[in-house]
């Protein structure tokens, strides 16, 4: 078997390894309290899977990458409401298959494996998908390591990195520390992706769940050499349907469109009519919002009683959670699977060392659950 040796390189997908072991604790019939994948319990509201059906027509036609008016005016209607901020839906808009494969694609754009010039920066610990898509377009891979508030500062990139780098990625909210940037830690990192002439790639797709004040996006601080992703998974608890979407520069977005009708990224028709109306809507939103803060609540109360401390997690669908004395991310976490608690070792997000202290908790089980695995986690203290 003769495979690219960028793939055969790459280690196992992360929630690969940790559902092997979830499904291994439930086939021993175990019970089991899956914080690890970040896959949302509670259903996808009924007004939004009510437009499926409907929209499947007698004939299913090939979908197009530009995707219907509708769905890219809803999400305008949505960026315009929630940060203020006009996009034009014919030029500046593009549905994705979810925001996974977009992030995946998006080094396709820039990257030229020959060159010299083709470095990717992200943050690490982060999204796994940056560094994999990055390796697979024959990018070079530059994990910016990040600790203490977990906040990406590129500015502090050394000018040498910059002139040879081609994208750089940031994620506000982090996934997976929860970290936010502010807007002024936005207007920083734009101008330094100006100076030397760098796409910058924003992965928002955590940008309504949030529990204190809302993150702002690159799109309020310019529009020029960007592109944002943003994703219904979690917002809208959409993650089966794999519907997100990419918004930013004209000029990079007609690329953009250019490039992806080459492999046929387009998510169907059926799915972009439920896309509409949960871009259009903003009360469902709001109530996933208060279920997810209060499964945090519950979480964060026994974790300060148990004297483990939460770092960053301002935002986003997770926790960051310093592994105890004694313990690494990695050991914590297969203890807390010893008793059917799943989580993810913090290295699982992480290049270089920068996770090895930490898991995460995503917050997956409904509140009930949240207290009865506080109680299960509580024997081990």
């Not at 760098?198 to 529990?211: M, N, Q």
């Not at 519907?243 to 009708?261: F, H, P, S, Y």
């Not at 290049?351 to 109680?375: F, I, K």
Request: with cysteine.
């Amino acid at each position: 078997m003769r495979l690219n040796p960028r793939l055969a390189a790459l280690p196992i997908y992360p929630t690969v390894v940790l559902d092997r072991k979830r499904d291994a604790l439930l086939a021993a019939g175990k019970p089991v309290y899956d914080f690890g994948t970040g896959d949302p319990t509670e259903p996808t509201p009924a007004f939004i899977r009510a437009k499926v059906e409907p929209a499947i027509p007698e004939n299913c036609r090939y979908p197009t990458v530009l995707g219907g008016a509708d769905v890219r005016r809803a999400f305008a209607g949505w960026a315009e409401r929630r940060f203020g901020v006009a996009l034009d839906p014919a030029t500046q808009v593009l549905p994705s298959s979810g925001s996974k494969e977009a992030v995946f694609h998006l080094p396709l754009l820039v990257i030229d494996p020959e060159a010299a010039d083709r470095a990717v920066v992200f943050p690490d610990p982060g999204y796994s998908v940056y560094y994999r898509g990055t390796v697979l377009a024959g990018g070079e891979p530059v994990p910016q390591r990040l600790s203490g508030d977990f906040k990406q500062r590129v500015w502090e990139l050394p000018p040498e990195l910059l002139r040879r780098t081609r994208m750089i990625w940031i994620n506000s909210p982090h996934n997976p520390t929860g970290a936010v940037l502010s807007r002024e830690d936005l207007r920083r990192t734009w101008e330094v992706c100006r100076e030397y002439d760098i796409l910058l790639a924003s992965d928002e797709c955590y940008a309504d769940t949030w529990f204190s004040e809302p993150p702002p996006s690159i799109l309020e601080v310019a529009q020029e050499g960007v592109i944002a992703i943003f994703s219904l998974s979690k917002r809208s608890g959409m993650t089966g349907y794999r519907t997100g979407m990419i918004a930013g520069d004209r000029a990079w977005m007609q690329k953009l469109r250019e490039l992806r009708t080459n492999p046929g990224l387009a998510p169907q028709d059926f799915v972009n009519a439920a896309a509409a109306a949960a871009w259009g809507d903003d009360a469902h939103a709001d109530e996933r919002r208060h279920i997810f803060a209060a499964k945090r609540e519950v979480l964060r109360a026994f974790l300060a009683e148990a004297g483990l401390e939460v770092v960053a997690s301002e935002a986003s669908f997770y926790l960051w959670v310093r592994a105890p004395k004694g313990h690494t991310g990695q050991s914590y976490a297969e203890k807390l699977l010893d008793i059917g608690i799943v989580t993810n070792p913090g290295s699982a997000f992480a290049v270089t060392s920068s996770g090895d202290d930490y898991v995460r908790l995503a917050l997956v089980p409904d509140v009930p659950t949240c207290r009865a695995a506080c109680e299960v986690w509580r024997s081990i203290l």
